[in-house]
């Protein structure tokens, strides 16, 4: 007789952006209690998660397009406000919620849970973590964070500096748990490709102004004509008008409208994965992409052409045998990652991938087991009188984590007025951005 399925963990995941939801989809499958999908017991199956997804309002709400391109699915999906989403947590039943957010959007829900299952004895584990890289901020986030039973952290380097942080603090650091990126995969690579392909990993804010971005593109475009044979992507995240994690001000596909591009170079789109099957050589500034391709053992370059620092990002890979330039790379340069780096990294390039989340597991199922206390974050009005009430005001809650007065409805959908205020409001926030600050800032440099 074959085994019995276990009834299958409820997950809800809270994200406010496409990137945010793709590591709390993935997060989810990966955390969720018993044995992983890929080790189900002989002659049975392992339940997959029962997932509810809640995309939070915002101007970084991920769009259609860029949802289906993430390629993660659940059995429902919707977009909701803070008020919302906590009705929800207050009126139905999940095992695990994961908030998928900035750190401020965070603590406000540690608070707004904390309020909404008072007086349970029986609640949701709460997990958070990072999407990829953390190199800022760092004090800042994790205290944001705080109060959540599980704060993932990406690496072995990442779980230590975490726990340094909040024992300094004072903080209660037994929440951080080891993990790894749940993204990454895919078959190793295993040789050249025909043509040889060298990919850019484009980012939304790194670097930010149009002199280094355009600077960037003329390299690679330069690159493309100095080996016609060669076939040179440009991969980016969105397309005009979309935003990501981070805002976007000067998008590359406006900048090489007015470029010459060699045959040999394209701008595509598509899923990170799908473009890494057929990449020779990642190159990128600082993008979470260069850990996946580490992952796979792709010859990956982090370029130190604008500098080797703290505001772009590339610091981080500071020993990882990865940093170069352009004119190396134009010369035939070929990077060897670090094997004790690469290690300490979470990226798992020798196969103990797949027992990455076994911690995370162990520790959600011996949460669950037992009733747990209510949520504790750092931040308290008494802690931090002067800053707490703002995050969460921000998202329409007072210091007691209610909803204030005057907060978006939270009983019905948007009716068909409120849906286009809303997206003319998005519209205008995007405009702002993309086109009246940059003049903005310009005319401030005269």
């Known amino acids: 007789m074959p085994a019995s399925t276990p009834k299958p963990p409820r997950i809800a995941v809270l994200a406010d952006s496409d990137t945010r939801w793709k590591w709390g989809a993935l997060t989810a499958g990966r955390i969720a209690p018993g044995p992983p999908m890929e080790a189900a017991p002989e002659g049975g199956t392992q339940a997959a998660p029962a997932l509810s997804g809640f995309l939070l309002r915002g101007r970084a709400t991920p769009t259609a397009r860029q949802l289906a391109e993430v390629g993660v699915t659940a059995d429902s999906l919707r977009e909701v406000t803070a008020v919302e989403f906590l009705r929800a947590m207050a009126e139905e039943s ?88 749940p993204f990454l995969g895919g078959a190793p690579y295993e040789g050249e490709h025909d043509p040889y392909t060298v990919v850019f990993a484009a980012q939304p804010s790194v670097p930010d102004s149009r002199k280094d971005r355009t600077y960037l593109l003329n390299r690679l475009v330069r690159h493309a004509r100095l080996h016609p044979e060669r076939e040179v992507l440009l991969k980016l995240r969105s397309r005009p008008g979309e935003h990501t994690t981070h805002i976007e001000e000067l998008p590359y596909q406006k900048l090489a409208q007015k470029a010459d591009l060699p045959p040999n170079f394209r701008l595509v789109y598509g899923h990170m994965g799908e473009v890494l099957d057929r990449t020779d050589l990642l190159v990128t500034v600082s993008s979470t992409a260069a850990l996946e391709s580490l992952h796979r053992r792709i010859p990956t370059v982090v370029l130190t052409d604008l500098g080797v620092r703290e505001v772009l990002g590339n610091h981080h890979f500071v020993g990882s045998g990865c940093l170069a330039s352009w004119d190396q790379l134009d010369a035939g340069h070929l990077p060897v990652a670090d094997e004790g780096w690469v290690s300490r990294q979470g990226v798992a390039a020798d196969g103990s991938y797949e027992t990455a989340f076994d911690g995370a597991r162990e520790r959600i199922a011996k949460l669950l087991a037992g009733d747990l206390p209510p949520l504790t974050p750092y931040y308290t009005p008494a802690t931090a009188p002067g800053y707490l009430p703002g995050i969460l005001a921000r998202h329409h809650l007072g210091p007691d984590g209610s909803p204030l007065p005057g907060a978006p409805a939270q009983d019905k959908d948007p009716g068909p007025v409120r849906q286009i205020v809303r997206r003319a409001a998005r519209g205008a926030y995007r405009h702002g951005v993309q086109r009246v600050a940059p003049v903005i800032r310009r005319m401030g440099e005269l």
Do not use: C
Not at 95 to 103: K, P, Q, S, Y
Not at 115 to 136: C, I, K, L, M, S
């Open 94 to 181: 999940y095992d695990i919620v994961v908030l998928a957010l900035v750190g401020g959007g965070v603590q406000a829900m540690l608070h707004g849970l904390k309020r909404v299952w008072e007086g349970r004895t029986a609640r949701p584990v709460v997990v958070t973590g990072y999407v990829g890289v953390v190199y800022e901020k760092l004090a800042d986030g994790l205290l944001l964070r705080h109060g959540a039973d599980l704060v993932l952290a990406n690496s072995r380097q990442d779980a230590d500096r975490f726990r340094a942080v909040y024992e300094g603090v004072g903080a209660d650091a037994s929440a951080v748990t080891e993990g790894a990126l």
